[in-house]
Structures are given as structure tokens and as C-alpha cells.
């Protein structure tokens, strides 16, 4: 029981030491982040008693209702991070247009400005039924070269974040980063209000026995999909079949669980939502960054998330992320033919 006690602050300073260049602001970046969702944890424990739940009677950019946590949590993070002295631009997924910050909050140095992409509480709709929701973020440097940051700033690759992490604020609050060297949880004690490491380098195991997906909408997937989750389901000790099923609906929740145990999560593309339900920059992205350093993998079904080109601020993606063998294989589904899989049209 001599473990030493590692705060998060404690933690990315020593990972800034590795690297004699780093200026540092990154760090004050990250901790930044870290405050602002202390702030929200705080809001979220305390919503219940104070009553500050329910409709605001407004609409997202999505056409979601948007509840009164969604806007604190977006309007502190904001706050916290404009003022920082460090970024150039802000996109939220609460807010239709990224948001330039003011030359006024912006240091001297230009080349050390970044861009903070954020969805300031995913899974709203678990809200009322005190199911884990959260934060989720991601830092990318500048592209231009100086002034408030711009719409190409903001449109970059989910392979130049050099930071990505989640909030979870359920049965304790945990914080879970990565700068591209191994990803690290903390637990925040509410006594000290500090974030405490758990777990340094997590890695994904390298195949499962748990998927995760609304198998609701199976009537509406490709074939090919609804073949592999038969297969996933179907008795065979040679393959570890069959799987287990966990969806908790609530997206960071079912990411972390995988990540700790193992598992691949999925949220197709289907006759409803055609491109996906989730957003590439504001989720697939930082958690794709996150799995691909904890040793799994993350695709649309096709391609690399990390290496698509986005289009827009809300562009939405089609999700297969988890454990790495378990990804390889259902992008071997949807590669083949309905012919190869014996699908009848
Ligand atoms: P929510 O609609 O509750 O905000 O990103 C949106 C998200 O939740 C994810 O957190 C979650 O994984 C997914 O949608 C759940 O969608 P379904 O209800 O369609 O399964």
C-alpha cells in the first residue's frame, strides 16, 4: 500500500518534462479542461436537489432538446477555455458555428495558439434517469498563422489532435486523457477536489466477448452488419461465441467499459440516419485518438476515422471502435458481397 498519490496536473507535467521544447501550454490547456469539468461534476451532482433539470424550450443545432446542464456545461467550458491565453478557436457540439476567440484573450505568440473542439455533455437524454453522462474534448494546433482561429482550424483531421480525453460524471467522476503518449485515468476526490491517477497506460484488449449497439434498429442496417451480429450471437466455443451485450445508450459510458474489458461499440450508418448518428469531430475523433493509443481501433467501416477529411462543423460518422480484432473483423463483413455471406436479396 506505498502507492504514491498522482494528480492529473502532476501527471501532464511530468509527461511536459519528457519533452525539453514543450512551452507548457498545452498543460495549462488540459488543466484548463480539467477545472471547467470539475465545475460541471460539481452542476451534475447537484442537479437533482436544486431542481435545475428540464426543457429549456430550445433546440440544438440538431433539433435536440436542449436541457439546462447542456448549456451550463457548454458555457463553462467556454469561459474557462477562451480566457486561457492558448486558443484560437472553440467548437462545441452545442453551438451551430465555432466560436473565434478574441485577440484580446489571445497571447503573443501565434504559433502557440491551438483549437478545442468539445461536446459539453453527451447523453443528455440519460439526464432525468441519473445515468453516467459526459464531457468530451480534443486539441489541435493551428493551421493559419495568426488572428482568431478559422473554419480550416477547426476542420482538421482527427489524426493532428494532439490531445483528446472524456469526462464521466456517474458513480465518481473520472477523467481519462491522452498527448499521444499512452492513455491515463484519474478518479476526482470531491474532498480535495483533485483528479487521482488509477490507471496509467490502459490498453484495450486485443478481442472481446462484448459488443455494444441499439440492436433496435437491426431491421434497418446493411445485411452484411446484421449477418456479423448473428454471428456474434451464435454458439461456438471455437471463437469465443457468443458475445454479451452492453449498451448503456449513454456513449462514453459503453467507449469506457470497452476500454477497460474489452469490447467494440457500434453506431452504424441505416435507413434512418444515412451517414451515422454520431458526430466525427466532437466524438468519433477524440475517442478514436484514445482507442488507437490504447492499442484498438476505429473505423466508419471503411476507412480510418482518424484520417478522414471533415466537411463541416456536425458532419456525422458511421462508428466501429473497440478492441482491434473485433473492429478487423466486422470491416471483413462489410467488405464482402451479400453473395459471400449468402445474404438472399
Ligand atoms: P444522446 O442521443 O442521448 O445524446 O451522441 C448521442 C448519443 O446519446 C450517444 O451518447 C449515445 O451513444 C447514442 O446517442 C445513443 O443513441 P440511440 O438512442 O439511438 O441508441
Not at 129 to 151: C, E, M, Q, V
Amino acid at each position: 500500500m506505498n502507492k504514491k498519490f498522482i494528480t492529473l496536473y502532476r501527471h501532464i507535467i511530468e509527461q511536459e518534462r519528457k519533452h525539453p521544447e514543450a512551452t507548457g501550454e498545452l498543460s495549462d490547456l488540459l488543466a484548463d479542461i480539467a477545472l471547467a469539468c470539475k465545475l460541471i461534476s460539481l452542476e451534475v451532482n447537484r442537479a437533482g436537489l436544486i431542481d435545475i433539470l428540464g426543457f429549456t424550450g430550445t433546440e440544438n443545432v440538431h433539433g435536440e432538446e436542449v436541457k439546462k446542464l447542456d448549456e451550463f456545461a457548454h458555457e463553462t467550458l467556454v469561459r474557462a477555455m477562451e480566457t486561457s491565453g492558448h486558443l484560437c478557436a472553440i467548437a462545441s457540439e452545442e453551438s451551430e458555428n465555432f466560436i473565434p476567440v478574441n485577440e484580446k484573450y489571445m497571447g503573443t505568440r501565434p504559433m502557440s495558439h491551438y483549437i478545442c473542439h468539445f461536446d459539453p455533455l453527451y447523453g443528455s437524454s440519460n439526464i432525468d434517469a441519473n445515468i453516467s453522462i459526459g464531457t468530451i474534448f480534443s486539441i489541435y494546433k493551428r493551421i493559419s498563422s495568426s488572428g482568431p482561429g478559422t473554419l480550416e482550424d477547426c476542420l482538421q483531421k482527427g489524426v493532428n489532435q494532439v490531445a483528446a480525453g472524456y469526462v464521466i460524471y456517474g458513480s465518481s467522476t473520472i477523467l481519462v486523457y491522452t498527448t499521444g503518449e499512452g492513455v491515463h485515468g484519474f478518479t476526482l476526490d470531491p474532498t480535495v477536489g483533485e483528479f487521482l491517477l488509477f490507471y496509467e497506460n490502459i490498453k484495450i484488449p486485443k478481442k472481446s466477448k462484448t459488443y455494444s449497439i441499439n440492436e433496435g434498429n437491426y431491421r434497418r442496417w446493411d445485411p452484411r452488419l446484421q449477418v456479423f451480429i448473428k454471428d456474434l450471437k451464435t454458439e461456438n466455443e471455437a471463437k469465443g461465441r457468443p458475445y454479451s451485450l452492453r449498451y448503456v445508450g449513454s456513449l462514453v459510458a459503453d467507449f469506457h467499459r470497452n476500454l477497460l474489458y474489452g469490447g467494440i461499440f457500434i453506431y452504424p450508418s441505416d435507413k434512418k440516419n444515412v451517414n451515422g448518428k454520431l458526430r466525427l469531430l466532437y466524438e468519433a475523433n477524440p475517442l478514436a485518438f484514445i482507442i488507437e493509443q490504447a492499442g484498438g481501433r476505429a473505423s466508419d467501416g471503411k476507412e480510418r476515422i482518424l484520417g478522414i477529411s471533415p466537411k463541416n462543423l456536425h458532419q456525422r460518422t458511421p462508428l466501429f471502435i473497440g478492441s482491434e480484432n473485433d473492429v478487423l473483423e466486422v470491416e471483413s463483413y462489410l467488405s464482402k458481397s451479400n453473395e459471400e455471406l449468402g445474404i438472399k436479396n
